[in-house]
Protein backbone atom coordinates (compact mmCIF):
# COMPACT_ATOMS: atom_id res chain seq x y z
CA UNK A 1 0.00 0.00 0.00
CA UNK A 2 1.19 3.46 -1.17
CA UNK A 3 1.97 5.59 2.15
CA UNK A 4 1.73 8.36 0.47
CA UNK A 5 0.34 11.73 2.08
CA UNK A 6 -1.86 13.78 -0.33
CA UNK A 7 -2.14 17.18 0.86
CA UNK A 8 -4.95 18.78 -0.46
CA UNK A 9 -3.89 22.55 -0.20
CA UNK A 10 -1.33 24.58 -0.17
CA UNK A 11 0.07 27.44 1.93
CA UNK A 12 -0.47 31.30 0.22
CA UNK A 13 0.20 33.53 3.69
CA UNK A 14 2.32 32.44 6.42
CA UNK A 15 2.56 33.74 10.27
CA UNK A 16 6.12 33.63 11.74
CA UNK A 17 7.07 31.83 14.17
CA UNK A 18 10.33 31.80 16.67
CA UNK A 19 11.58 28.81 19.60
CA UNK A 20 12.87 31.35 22.38
CA UNK A 21 15.88 30.51 23.94
CA UNK A 22 16.33 27.75 26.96
CA UNK A 23 16.80 30.60 29.20
CA UNK A 24 13.75 32.44 28.40
CA UNK A 25 11.92 29.48 28.37
CA UNK A 26 12.76 28.35 32.13
CA UNK A 27 12.14 32.13 32.84
CA UNK A 28 8.87 32.05 31.31
CA UNK A 29 7.57 28.83 32.62
CA UNK A 30 8.92 29.96 36.26
CA UNK A 31 6.94 33.07 36.01
CA UNK A 32 3.81 31.24 34.43
CA UNK A 33 3.75 29.11 37.55
CA UNK A 34 4.30 25.96 35.77
CA UNK A 35 0.76 26.19 34.00
CA UNK A 36 1.32 26.71 30.14
CA UNK A 37 -2.11 28.03 30.30
CA UNK A 38 -0.22 31.34 31.87
CA UNK A 39 2.31 31.85 28.96
CA UNK A 40 2.18 34.08 26.51
CA UNK A 41 1.44 32.55 23.17
CA UNK A 42 4.06 34.97 21.57
CA UNK A 43 6.83 32.98 23.78
CA UNK A 44 5.54 29.40 22.75
CA UNK A 45 7.15 28.02 19.37
CA UNK A 46 4.51 25.30 17.98
CA UNK A 47 1.46 25.97 20.11
CA UNK A 48 -0.60 22.70 20.73
CA UNK A 49 -2.84 23.98 23.31
CA UNK A 50 -5.57 22.97 21.11
CA UNK A 51 -7.47 22.27 18.39
CA UNK A 52 -9.91 25.05 19.00
CA UNK A 53 -10.43 27.83 16.96
CA UNK A 54 -6.44 27.54 16.18
CA UNK A 55 -7.03 25.89 12.69
CA UNK A 56 -6.08 27.86 8.94
CA UNK A 57 -9.08 29.00 7.14
CA UNK A 58 -9.43 28.62 3.30
CA UNK A 59 -9.22 31.66 0.67
CA UNK A 60 -12.86 30.60 -0.10
CA UNK A 61 -13.82 30.84 3.15
CA UNK A 62 -12.01 34.56 3.37
CA UNK A 63 -13.56 35.28 0.48
CA UNK A 64 -17.15 34.85 1.76
CA UNK A 65 -16.43 36.39 4.78
CA UNK A 66 -15.60 39.16 2.88
CA UNK A 67 -19.72 39.22 1.46
CA UNK A 68 -20.86 38.99 5.10
CA UNK A 69 -24.15 40.66 5.76
CA UNK A 70 -24.54 42.19 9.22
CA UNK A 71 -27.97 42.95 9.43
CA UNK A 72 -29.26 42.91 13.17
CA UNK A 73 -32.30 40.37 12.23
CA UNK A 74 -32.63 37.51 9.58
CA UNK A 75 -29.26 38.67 7.30
CA UNK A 76 -28.31 36.71 4.47
CA UNK A 77 -25.45 34.97 5.94
CA UNK A 78 -27.61 33.50 9.01
CA UNK A 79 -30.10 32.09 6.02
CA UNK A 80 -26.71 30.61 4.00
CA UNK A 81 -25.43 29.03 7.80
CA UNK A 82 -28.95 27.45 7.84
CA UNK A 83 -29.47 26.44 4.43
CA UNK A 84 -25.64 24.47 4.82
CA UNK A 85 -26.55 23.39 8.56
CA UNK A 86 -29.64 21.79 7.40
CA UNK A 87 -27.62 20.53 4.38
CA UNK A 88 -24.47 18.90 6.33
CA UNK A 89 -26.85 17.81 9.85
CA UNK A 90 -30.49 17.90 8.33
CA UNK A 91 -31.15 19.99 11.15
CA UNK A 92 -34.33 21.91 10.43
CA UNK A 93 -33.56 24.91 13.36
CA UNK A 94 -30.38 26.53 13.39
CA UNK A 95 -29.40 28.99 16.47
CA UNK A 96 -25.87 30.40 15.83
CA UNK A 97 -23.88 31.31 19.27
CA UNK A 98 -21.11 32.98 20.33
CA UNK A 99 -19.08 28.92 20.85
CA UNK A 100 -19.71 25.63 21.45
CA UNK A 101 -20.09 26.63 25.67
CA UNK A 102 -22.65 29.40 24.68
CA UNK A 103 -24.97 26.49 23.34
CA UNK A 104 -24.39 24.38 26.13
CA UNK A 105 -25.32 26.85 28.42
CA UNK A 106 -28.46 27.53 26.40
CA UNK A 107 -29.81 24.35 25.72
CA UNK A 108 -29.21 23.29 29.44
CA UNK A 109 -31.33 26.22 30.59
CA UNK A 110 -34.50 24.86 28.78
CA UNK A 111 -33.60 21.03 28.85
CA UNK A 112 -32.90 20.48 32.46
CA UNK A 113 -34.65 20.44 35.51
CA UNK A 114 -33.03 20.75 38.93
CA UNK A 115 -31.82 17.63 40.21
CA UNK A 116 -32.13 15.75 36.78
CA UNK A 117 -29.68 13.52 35.31
CA UNK A 118 -27.20 13.59 31.70
CA UNK A 119 -25.77 10.13 31.26
CA UNK A 120 -23.47 10.66 28.54
CA UNK A 121 -19.71 9.59 27.12
CA UNK A 122 -17.08 11.57 28.88
CA UNK A 123 -18.72 15.04 29.35
CA UNK A 124 -16.48 17.58 28.24
CA UNK A 125 -15.52 19.70 30.75
CA UNK A 126 -17.65 22.87 30.07
CA UNK A 127 -20.22 20.46 29.37
CA UNK A 128 -20.25 19.08 32.97
CA UNK A 129 -20.09 22.54 34.68
CA UNK A 130 -22.75 23.70 32.48
CA UNK A 131 -25.14 20.82 33.63
CA UNK A 132 -24.14 21.34 37.07
CA UNK A 133 -24.75 24.73 36.77
CA UNK A 134 -28.01 24.40 35.44
CA UNK A 135 -29.01 21.71 38.57
CA UNK A 136 -28.08 18.71 36.99
CA UNK A 137 -25.68 15.91 37.32
CA UNK A 138 -23.69 14.36 34.26
CA UNK A 139 -23.24 10.76 34.67
CA UNK A 140 -19.99 8.95 32.87
CA UNK A 141 -21.44 5.91 30.65
CA UNK A 142 -18.43 5.30 28.52
CA UNK A 143 -17.41 1.75 27.55
CA UNK A 144 -15.02 0.55 30.17
CA UNK A 145 -12.52 -0.18 26.79
CA UNK A 146 -12.30 3.69 26.64
CA UNK A 147 -10.72 4.30 30.50
CA UNK A 148 -7.27 2.51 29.72
CA UNK A 149 -5.16 3.71 27.34
CA UNK A 150 -4.29 0.36 26.20
CA UNK A 151 -6.23 -2.33 23.96
CA UNK A 152 -7.32 -1.44 20.24
CA UNK A 153 -10.95 -0.95 20.49
CA UNK A 154 -12.10 0.76 17.50
CA UNK A 155 -14.48 2.61 18.73
CA UNK A 156 -13.11 3.82 22.83
CA UNK A 157 -16.02 6.57 22.54
CA UNK A 158 -18.95 4.78 22.66
CA UNK A 159 -21.58 4.61 25.25
CA UNK A 160 -22.20 1.33 27.81
CA UNK A 161 -26.12 0.92 26.97
CA UNK A 162 -26.31 -1.33 29.84
CA UNK A 163 -24.97 1.16 32.12
CA UNK A 164 -26.83 3.86 30.75
CA UNK A 165 -30.25 1.54 31.39
CA UNK A 166 -29.60 1.02 34.43
CA UNK A 167 -28.62 4.19 35.62
CA UNK A 168 -31.61 5.41 33.90
CA UNK A 169 -33.74 2.99 36.02
CA UNK A 170 -31.97 3.97 38.99
CA UNK A 171 -33.04 7.45 38.95
CA UNK A 172 -36.06 7.15 36.77
CA UNK A 173 -36.79 8.01 33.07
CA UNK A 174 -38.01 11.60 34.47
CA UNK A 175 -35.32 12.44 35.93
CA UNK A 176 -33.58 12.06 33.11
CA UNK A 177 -33.00 15.28 30.80
CA UNK A 178 -31.53 13.60 28.09
CA UNK A 179 -28.73 11.37 26.78
CA UNK A 180 -25.89 13.19 25.48
CA UNK A 181 -23.49 11.63 22.98
CA UNK A 182 -20.07 13.60 22.11
CA UNK A 183 -18.51 12.80 18.65
CA UNK A 184 -15.54 12.23 18.89
CA UNK A 185 -15.29 11.92 22.71
CA UNK A 186 -12.65 14.36 23.65
CA UNK A 187 -11.87 13.48 27.03
CA UNK A 188 -11.76 9.84 26.36
CA UNK A 189 -8.95 10.51 23.74
CA UNK A 190 -10.76 12.29 20.99
CA UNK A 191 -12.21 8.32 20.29
CA UNK A 192 -15.15 7.48 18.06
CA UNK A 193 -18.91 6.56 18.44
CA UNK A 194 -19.54 4.05 16.39
CA UNK A 195 -23.20 4.14 14.04
CA UNK A 196 -24.06 1.42 15.94
CA UNK A 197 -23.64 2.76 19.00
CA UNK A 198 -25.74 5.98 17.92
CA UNK A 199 -28.30 3.25 16.58
CA UNK A 200 -28.57 1.76 20.08
CA UNK A 201 -28.49 5.18 21.92
CA UNK A 202 -31.62 6.37 19.80
CA UNK A 203 -33.59 2.58 20.47
CA UNK A 204 -32.67 3.62 24.13
CA UNK A 205 -33.70 6.62 24.47
CA UNK A 206 -37.10 5.87 22.51
CA UNK A 207 -38.02 2.95 25.18
CA UNK A 208 -37.71 5.87 27.44
CA UNK A 209 -39.34 8.65 26.24
CA UNK A 210 -35.81 10.30 25.93
CA UNK A 211 -34.52 13.12 23.83
CA UNK A 212 -30.68 12.62 22.49
CA UNK A 213 -28.16 15.44 22.28
CA UNK A 214 -25.07 15.06 20.61
CA UNK A 215 -21.83 17.23 21.25
CA UNK A 216 -21.31 17.45 17.78
CA UNK A 217 -17.91 19.53 17.51
CA UNK A 218 -15.64 16.80 15.87
CA UNK A 219 -18.60 15.42 14.24
CA UNK A 220 -16.80 15.07 10.69
CA UNK A 221 -13.63 13.11 12.11
CA UNK A 222 -16.47 10.92 13.71
CA UNK A 223 -17.75 10.06 10.15
CA UNK A 224 -14.10 9.42 9.02
CA UNK A 225 -13.58 6.66 11.52
CA UNK A 226 -17.25 5.29 10.80
CA UNK A 227 -16.17 5.40 7.23
CA UNK A 228 -12.73 3.36 8.13
CA UNK A 229 -13.96 1.19 10.85
CA UNK A 230 -17.21 0.15 10.40
CA UNK A 231 -17.66 -2.07 7.64
CA UNK A 232 -21.15 -1.22 6.59
CA UNK A 233 -19.96 2.57 5.90
CA UNK A 234 -16.95 1.40 3.67
CA UNK A 235 -18.01 2.72 0.57
CA UNK A 236 -20.78 5.45 1.80
CA UNK A 237 -19.27 9.23 1.21
CA UNK A 238 -18.75 10.90 3.95
CA UNK A 239 -21.94 13.42 3.85
CA UNK A 240 -24.31 10.80 3.92
CA UNK A 241 -22.31 8.68 7.08
CA UNK A 242 -23.04 12.63 8.57
CA UNK A 243 -26.24 12.52 7.34
CA UNK A 244 -26.92 9.47 9.04
CA UNK A 245 -25.33 10.14 12.32
CA UNK A 246 -27.24 12.93 13.19
CA UNK A 247 -30.88 10.99 12.39
CA UNK A 248 -30.09 9.85 15.60
CA UNK A 249 -30.42 12.95 17.45
CA UNK A 250 -32.78 15.62 18.72
CA UNK A 251 -30.67 18.28 18.78
CA UNK A 252 -27.18 19.06 19.35
CA UNK A 253 -24.50 21.94 20.31
CA UNK A 254 -21.83 23.08 18.11
CA UNK A 255 -18.43 24.39 19.23
CA UNK A 256 -17.50 25.89 15.23
CA UNK A 257 -13.92 26.31 16.74
CA UNK A 258 -13.54 22.52 15.37
CA UNK A 259 -15.06 20.91 12.57
CA UNK A 260 -17.00 23.98 11.27
CA UNK A 261 -13.10 25.35 10.60
CA UNK A 262 -13.25 28.92 11.91
CA UNK A 263 -11.40 30.63 14.55
CA UNK A 264 -15.18 31.26 16.23
CA UNK A 265 -18.47 30.56 16.03
CA UNK A 266 -20.81 27.33 17.45
CA UNK A 267 -24.61 26.64 17.08
CA UNK A 268 -27.14 24.19 18.52
CA UNK A 269 -29.39 22.22 15.90
CA UNK A 270 -32.82 21.21 16.19
CA UNK A 271 -34.02 18.37 14.08
CA UNK A 272 -37.40 19.33 14.19
CA UNK A 273 -38.84 19.93 17.45
CA UNK A 274 -40.31 23.70 17.17
CA UNK A 275 -41.40 23.41 20.87
CA UNK A 276 -38.04 23.46 21.47
CA UNK A 277 -36.88 26.13 19.05
CA UNK A 278 -39.56 28.09 20.62
CA UNK A 279 -37.65 27.51 23.97
CA UNK A 280 -34.52 28.24 22.82
CA UNK A 281 -35.43 31.62 21.66
CA UNK A 282 -35.44 33.62 24.42
CA UNK A 283 -32.04 32.53 26.48
CA UNK A 284 -30.28 33.05 23.30
CA UNK A 285 -31.77 36.37 22.95
CA UNK A 286 -30.62 36.95 26.95
CA UNK A 287 -27.42 35.68 26.91
CA UNK A 288 -26.01 35.55 23.27
CA UNK A 289 -28.60 38.26 21.02
CA UNK A 290 -30.97 38.05 18.67
CA UNK A 291 -31.45 34.17 17.38
CA UNK A 292 -30.35 34.79 14.14
CA UNK A 293 -26.61 35.60 15.19
CA UNK A 294 -26.52 34.48 19.09
CA UNK A 295 -23.23 36.78 19.10
CA UNK A 296 -21.75 35.71 15.69
CA UNK A 297 -20.75 38.72 12.48
CA UNK A 298 -22.11 37.89 9.36
CA UNK A 299 -18.88 37.35 8.00
CA UNK A 300 -18.36 34.57 10.87
CA UNK A 301 -21.47 33.09 9.49
CA UNK A 302 -20.00 33.40 6.01
CA UNK A 303 -16.75 31.38 6.91
CA UNK A 304 -18.40 28.73 9.33
CA UNK A 305 -21.31 27.90 6.61
CA UNK A 306 -18.40 27.45 3.70
CA UNK A 307 -15.99 25.37 6.57
CA UNK A 308 -19.23 22.74 7.15
CA UNK A 309 -18.68 22.49 3.39
CA UNK A 310 -15.30 21.74 3.37
CA UNK A 311 -14.71 19.58 6.10
CA UNK A 312 -16.49 16.54 5.14
CA UNK A 313 -14.21 16.12 1.97
CA UNK A 314 -12.68 13.07 1.78
CA UNK A 315 -9.56 14.22 0.87
CA UNK A 316 -9.04 16.55 3.60
CA UNK A 317 -10.39 13.92 6.46
CA UNK A 318 -7.61 11.53 5.29
CA UNK A 319 -5.22 14.20 5.18
CA UNK A 320 -6.16 15.79 9.07
CA UNK A 321 -6.63 11.50 10.45
CA UNK A 322 -3.37 10.79 8.69
CA UNK A 323 -1.23 13.22 10.09
CA UNK A 324 -2.16 12.77 13.45
CA UNK A 325 -2.32 9.11 13.05
CA UNK A 326 1.68 9.90 11.64
CA UNK A 327 2.55 11.63 14.58
CA UNK A 328 1.28 8.86 17.16
CA UNK A 329 3.04 6.34 15.07
CA UNK A 330 5.96 7.79 15.05
CA UNK A 331 5.70 8.32 18.93
CA UNK A 332 5.35 4.43 18.98
CA UNK A 333 8.07 3.84 17.38
CA UNK A 334 10.13 5.88 20.09
CA UNK A 335 8.73 3.70 23.00
CA UNK A 336 6.60 6.84 24.18
CA UNK A 337 3.19 5.19 26.09
CA UNK A 338 0.54 6.91 24.56
CA UNK A 339 -3.54 5.80 24.23
CA UNK A 340 -4.55 3.82 21.35
CA UNK A 341 -5.83 3.70 19.22
CA UNK A 342 -4.68 7.31 18.15
CA UNK A 343 -7.28 9.98 18.21
CA UNK A 344 -8.94 12.06 15.57
CA UNK A 345 -7.71 15.25 16.83
CA UNK A 346 -4.72 14.53 19.37
CA UNK A 347 -1.99 12.14 20.42
CA UNK A 348 -2.52 11.58 24.22
CA UNK A 349 0.10 10.50 25.83
CA UNK A 350 -0.43 8.59 29.01
CA UNK A 351 1.92 10.53 31.92
CA UNK A 352 1.12 7.81 34.34
CA UNK A 353 3.23 5.68 32.17
CA UNK A 354 5.70 8.03 30.48
CA UNK A 355 6.47 9.14 34.23
CA UNK A 356 6.67 5.55 36.12
CA UNK A 357 8.08 7.03 39.28
CA UNK A 358 5.94 9.85 39.85
CA UNK A 359 3.60 10.03 42.23
CA UNK A 360 0.14 9.71 40.60
CA UNK A 361 -1.51 12.65 42.71
CA UNK A 362 1.54 14.39 41.89
CA UNK A 363 0.12 15.50 38.31
CA UNK A 364 2.53 13.83 36.47
CA UNK A 365 0.68 15.21 32.99
CA UNK A 366 1.13 18.54 34.00
CA UNK A 367 4.83 18.24 34.44
CA UNK A 368 4.78 16.57 31.23
CA UNK A 369 3.73 19.53 29.68
CA UNK A 370 6.13 21.66 31.56
CA UNK A 371 8.81 19.36 30.54
CA UNK A 372 8.11 19.67 26.89
CA UNK A 373 8.00 23.45 27.09
CA UNK A 374 11.32 23.63 28.31
CA UNK A 375 12.64 21.22 25.89
CA UNK A 376 11.39 22.57 22.78
CA UNK A 377 9.19 25.75 23.29
CA UNK A 378 5.88 23.82 22.64
CA UNK A 379 2.84 24.03 24.67
CA UNK A 380 0.52 20.53 25.21
CA UNK A 381 -2.30 20.46 27.79
CA UNK A 382 -3.17 18.64 30.52
CA UNK A 383 -6.54 16.16 30.33
CA UNK A 384 -6.30 14.68 33.81
CA UNK A 385 -6.05 15.32 38.07
CA UNK A 386 -5.77 19.02 37.72
CA UNK A 387 -8.46 19.61 35.10
CA UNK A 388 -11.22 17.20 36.46
CA UNK A 389 -11.10 18.56 39.81
CA UNK A 390 -12.97 17.95 42.68
CA UNK A 391 -15.91 16.06 43.62
CA UNK A 392 -18.97 18.67 44.03
CA UNK A 393 -20.30 16.63 47.13
CA UNK A 394 -17.25 15.73 49.01
CA UNK A 395 -14.50 18.26 47.59
CA UNK A 396 -12.32 15.43 47.09
CA UNK A 397 -9.73 15.39 44.29
CA UNK A 398 -11.14 13.12 41.59
CA UNK A 399 -8.74 10.83 40.11
CA UNK A 400 -9.07 9.89 36.51
CA UNK A 401 -8.76 6.71 35.13
CA UNK A 402 -5.81 8.59 33.11
CA UNK A 403 -3.61 11.40 33.53
CA UNK A 404 -2.38 12.29 29.98
CA UNK A 405 -1.00 14.97 28.29
CA UNK A 406 -2.66 16.05 25.20
CA UNK A 407 -0.47 16.90 21.78
CA UNK A 408 -3.65 18.99 20.04
CA UNK A 409 -2.98 19.26 16.08
CA UNK A 410 -4.83 22.24 14.57
CA UNK A 411 -6.47 21.79 11.42
CA UNK A 412 -4.22 22.45 8.00
CA UNK A 413 -2.26 25.09 10.44
CA UNK A 414 1.11 22.59 10.89
CA UNK A 415 3.25 20.91 8.38
CA UNK A 416 4.50 17.11 9.10
CA UNK A 417 7.86 18.94 9.95
CA UNK A 418 6.58 20.80 12.43
CA UNK A 419 4.98 17.49 14.34
CA UNK A 420 8.31 15.33 13.65
CA UNK A 421 10.53 18.61 15.59
CA UNK A 422 7.72 17.48 18.20
CA UNK A 423 8.25 14.08 18.40
CA UNK A 424 12.00 14.77 18.61
CA UNK A 425 11.47 16.92 21.65
CA UNK A 426 8.93 14.25 23.46
CA UNK A 427 11.39 11.35 22.62
CA UNK A 428 14.38 13.87 24.19
CA UNK A 429 12.20 14.08 27.67
CA UNK A 430 11.14 10.75 27.54
CA UNK A 431 14.86 9.17 27.07
CA UNK A 432 16.20 12.00 29.84
CA UNK A 433 13.71 12.13 32.02
CA UNK A 434 10.98 9.48 31.64
CA UNK A 435 11.78 6.49 34.40
CA UNK A 436 14.70 8.70 36.67
CA UNK A 437 11.82 11.57 37.56
CA UNK A 438 10.80 10.81 40.84
CA UNK A 439 9.03 14.07 42.01
CA UNK A 440 6.28 15.47 40.25
CA UNK A 441 4.52 19.05 41.05
CA UNK A 442 1.71 20.32 43.70
CA UNK A 443 -0.92 23.28 43.68
CA UNK A 444 0.87 26.40 44.64
CA UNK A 445 -2.35 28.27 44.08
CA UNK A 446 -5.03 25.88 43.53
CA UNK A 447 -7.61 28.31 41.67
CA UNK A 448 -11.38 27.85 42.74
CA UNK A 449 -13.99 26.06 40.41
CA UNK A 450 -12.32 25.61 37.05
CA UNK A 451 -8.79 24.73 38.18
CA UNK A 452 -6.46 24.21 35.40
CA UNK A 453 -6.46 27.50 33.69
CA UNK A 454 -5.45 29.86 37.04
CA UNK A 455 -3.62 27.38 39.31
CA UNK A 456 -0.49 27.74 39.60
CA UNK A 457 2.24 24.83 40.81
CA UNK A 458 5.71 24.33 42.05
CA UNK A 459 7.65 21.44 42.11
CA UNK A 460 7.60 19.06 45.16
N1 LIG B 1 -17.45 20.04 23.59
C1 LIG B 1 -16.26 19.49 23.28
C2 LIG B 1 -16.18 18.02 23.00
C3 LIG B 1 -15.12 20.28 23.26
O1 LIG B 1 -13.95 19.73 22.98
C4 LIG B 1 -15.23 21.67 23.53
C5 LIG B 1 -14.07 22.54 23.54
C6 LIG B 1 -16.50 22.20 23.82
C7 LIG B 1 -17.58 21.34 23.85
C8 LIG B 1 -16.71 23.66 24.14
O2 LIG B 1 -16.63 24.41 22.98
O3 LIG B 1 -14.64 25.88 23.34
O4 LIG B 1 -16.33 26.39 21.58
O5 LIG B 1 -16.90 26.69 23.95
N2 LIG B 1 -12.89 22.09 23.53
C9 LIG B 1 -11.67 22.89 23.47
C10 LIG B 1 -10.50 21.97 23.62
C11 LIG B 1 -11.64 24.07 24.37
O6 LIG B 1 -9.38 22.48 23.73
O7 LIG B 1 -10.67 20.75 23.63
P1 LIG B 1 -16.09 25.91 22.97
Known amino acids: MSKRTIIPFRAKVIEPLKLPSLEQRNKKISAAGLNV ?44 MERQVMETMGFRYTIPVHQGRAAEQVLNFVMIKKNQIVPGNSHFDT ?22 SEGDHPFKGNIDIEKTEAVIREYGAR ?17 PVSMQN ?42 YIVREMFKHADA ?28 VKTPTILFEGFYTYGGMSGSAMEALAQG ?21 ELLDSFGVPIVHPIGGHAVFIDARRFFPNVPQDQF ?34 IRPAMDLCRITIPRRAYTFEHLEYVADVVRTVYEEKG ?4 RGLCFDVEAPGIRHFSSTFRYV
Open 127 to 148: TKAHIEFSGGRAIDCTIDAGRR
Open 198 to 239: LRDVRALANKYGLPVVYDAARFAENAYFIKTREEEFADTPIP
Open 435 to 438: SSQR
Open 175 to 191: HVAYILVTITCNSGGGQ
Open 37 to 80: FQLDAEDVYIDLLTDSGTGAISAMQLARSMNGDESYAGSRSFRA
Open 364 to 397: PAQLLCVELYKEGGIRCVEVGSCLIGRDPDTGEN
Open 252 to 279: CTMSSKKDALVPIGGFIGIRESEELYER
Open 308 to 328: LKEVVDLDYLTYRIGQVRRLG
